[in-house]
């Protein structure tokens, strides 16, 4: 068996291994929704998945009719939906057990985020690879970043931030925690003084959830959208930012890879920035 749990735990499941079918996709939706560069999915087949516990703390958000994106109502994390159709959806940065399969594609790599490059070879559709049914996405319409002025919101745009400076400091981060909060391969968070941060509409629309055992990894994220969110971090006098709530484009790109022990079994990493163990000085 495979399993999955979200961050704080009260939401797990499980299917038969391995997982067939891993991709990963550039979507401005997957992008805001896991609050990362990209998603990492896997598709499944619905008869052998179940969830072990908490599928009552599941909500949703609609990108569309028909279209839900579930999370835990604690944690914020990406969750896989209610089997309604042939395959389950899940999110390969909450896996808790190695799949048994890589991922063998990008899909909407049209859409892919400006800092980030795709380091391999594998396959890459601009939208759906050939056969499959094109959906419907609406890029959310946003004011856009500017020299000067990083601007950022969640998916369903309730909230909406700040930094009054250029983003230059970014960095990859592969333990469990960012991967299960983001539900993805690694989460890219920015780095800024905190005093240049401010919130420009629906803070109060936000949650957080604090890993108990944790000193400070607590995730921010949207009550109505679950996308990750910036959050002051009063001892650091620092914002840190996910990158994919960033709306348009950013002056820095990656510098590092940090927590490379902890990373996913089924992510390689094929870029030449230094990667570090654990935590790194910035
Ligand atoms: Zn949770
Ligand atoms: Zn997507
Ligand atoms: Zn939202």
């Not at 908490?54 to 009719?65: K, Q």
């Not at 042939?86 to 808790?96: H, Q």
């Not at 049209?110 to 559709?125: C, G, M, N, Q, V």
Request: aromatic share 8%; glycine share 8%; hydrophobic share 35%.
């Amino acid at each position: 068996m495979v399993g999955g749990s979200c961050l704080c735990g009260d939401v797990a499941w499980e299917v038969p291994g391995p997982c067939d079918f891993l991709y990963h996709c550039h979507c401005s939706i997957c992008r805001k929704f896991h609050g990362a560069s990209f998603a990492t999915l896997a598709a499944v087949p619905a008869a052998g998945f179940r969830f072990v516990r908490g599928s009552e703390r599941l909500r949703r958000y609609a990108t569309s009719p028909g279209n839900e994106r579930p999370f835990c109502e604690r944690c914020g994390s990406p969750t896989p939906s209610e089997p309604t159709g042939e395959r389950v959806i899940l999110p390969a940065g909450a896996l808790d057990d190695d799949p048994g399969a890589r991922p063998v594609a990008h899909i909407f790599a049209a859409s892919k985020a400006p800092w980030h490059e795709i380091a391999d070879t594998l396959p890459r559709f601009d939208t759906m690879p050939p056969g499959f049914p094109e959906p419907q996405l609406a890029s959310p319409d946003r004011s856009a970043s500017e020299p000067g002025c990083t601007r950022g919101s969640c998916l369903c745009g309730q909230i909406a931030w700040e930094l009054a400076a250029d983003l230059e400091l970014l960095r990859n981060c592969h333990c469990s925690r960012c991967r299960k909060a983001r539900g993805a391969a690694y989460a890219t968070n920015a780095f800024h003084r905190a005093d240049a941060f401010r919130w420009l509409r629906g803070e109060d629309a936000r949650r957080s959830f604090k890993v108990p055992e944790a000193e400070r990894f607590t995730h921010v994220f949207c009550g109505v959208c679950s996308s990750t969110l910036p959050r002051v971090e009063p001892t650091l006098g620092a914002a840190v930012m996910p990158v994919g709530s960033i709306d348009g484009e950013v002056a820095g790109r990656p510098r590092v890879h940090i927590f490379v022990d902890s990373k996913a079994p089924w992510h390689e990493i094929l870029d030449a920035l230094p990667q570090h163990p654990e935590s790194a000085p910035f």
